[in-house]
């Protein structure tokens, strides 16, 4: 299984560019998040989808977009890329079951490293 | 709200040494708490979680963590430091009311040879 697919994993944008993030899952899990991961800071959330056609804003979700028609698929927009999103990016995902439970055991992503200048 | 401290940016331990990574977490309710690990340039990985059944969970490359309630700590440790353990690690806990995470800010550990 190839777990929780992020593209590209390298990229850097012109202040003002758009560009959108890629995530795939092949775990049929129905909850995925997205995470930024600044320098000497944990995670902080973005967005997240508790199932296709589901999302929810998170810690941190000025100047993002996502969408969700496919459990599978995440992706994560940026429309006019600044400086400060200049980050590493993380797409999650975990289980339904796990959430309620308690367990709640995110699958990650390798991250996507964005620089815009 | 619940929120999580990690108390120390970087422990520096000699191979062969005890680790101890120290992580205190505040919460109105009983609290699960994870520990994660971050290998350099690449993803996330669970290392062990506490979800209010034993107290000393055991996670996985011999690491352990203790769940104290009265001190309100998680920390993380293990017997014998390996140079393969070398990365940052993070405390997270459960936020109650919509299941999401709360992170801390990690401890990078370095093992010195």
Redesign the interface.
């Known amino acids: 299984n190839a777990g ?1 697919t992020q593209t590209p994993k390298f990229r850097i944008l012109k202040i003002g560019q758009s560009m959108t993030l890629q995530c795939t899952q092949d775990m049929n899990h129905n909850y995925m998040y997205w995470y930024r991961q600044d320098p ?6 973005i967005y ?1 989808s508790v199932g296709a056609g589901i999302t929810d804003k ?1 810690e941190v979700p000025n100047g993002y977009n996502v969408s969700r028609s496919t459990t599978e698929d995440f992706p994560l927009r940026l429309e006019l890329a600044a400086p400060s999103q200049t980050s590493v990016y ?1 797409c ?1 995902s975990s289980p339904i079951r796990g ?8 699958t ?4 996507s490293r964005l620089t815009v200048l | 709200a619940q929120s ?1 401290t990690q108390l120390d ?1 970087h422990v520096s331990v000699s191979e062969g040494t005890p680790v101890l990574l120290r992580c205190n977490y505040s919460s109105s309710y009983s609290p ?1 708490l ?1 520990w994660y690990v971050q290998h350099p ?6 290392l062990l ?1 506490y ?2 059944a034993a107290t000393l969970v055991k996670g996985i490359n011999g690491f352990e963590a203790e769940f104290k309630k009265s001190e309100t700590s998680f920390h993380l440790t293990k017997p014998s430091a390996h140079m393969s353990d070398a990365a940052e690690y ?1 405390c997270v806990v ?1 936020e109650d009311s919509n ?8 401890t990078k550990l370095i093992i010195k040879p």
């Open positions: 929780v000497g800071m944990g995670l902080k959330l997240y998170g993380f999650a959430l309620r439970s308690g367990a709640n055991v995110l990650f992503g390798a991250g | 999580v940016s699960s994870f340039n690449k993803g996330l990985q669970l979680k979800t209010s993070f459960r299941y999401q995470l709360i992170w801390g800010a990690g």
